[in-house]
């Protein structure tokens, strides 16, 4: 992705982190990578809370370090498209795989600082962040319970 040179200081441990998350492990004999979202994802329902909650934290972050609404708007959209597609069984797996949601948002955080794009403070798509995030939230919660029950 990035060489330590061309991320920010204040955003390397977010590059170590969505690497674990999307693109630490290679499937033997291909370029085929994957990470840790694509693992827990296998657990139905918990997996993709914990791995959206992960994303959120990297999007916090980008909030609080000031990054643009633009920037912000893109990362929402891949953080609730990898949620939702990944939600369901297999091919939520796979997607997790093929996608790389954090490894985006990455790019995009990257992208933003070091291009000189800094637009200032993103506090006013806080809301909408909220808003968006607990309603991703309150989405696969509701799955989780639908599956269970379909389950029992």
Known sequence: ???????????????????LMDAQFRIPGTNIRFGVDAMIGLVPGVGDFVSFLI????????????ASGFVLARMIFNIVLDALVGAVPVLGDIFDVAFKANQRNMKLLQQHYTEGRYQGSAKKV???????????????????YKMIVWIF
């Open 55 to 66: 994303s959120s934290y990297l999007l916090s972050i980008a909030i609080n370090k000031g």
């Open 126 to 144: 806080i809301i909408p962040v909220v808003i968006v995030v607990l309603g991703v939230l309150v989405g696969l919660v509701w799955l989780t």
């Open 1 to 19: 992705m990035a060489t330590k040179k061309t991320i920010p200081p204040g955003l390397r441990n977010l590059a170590a982190l969505s690497k």
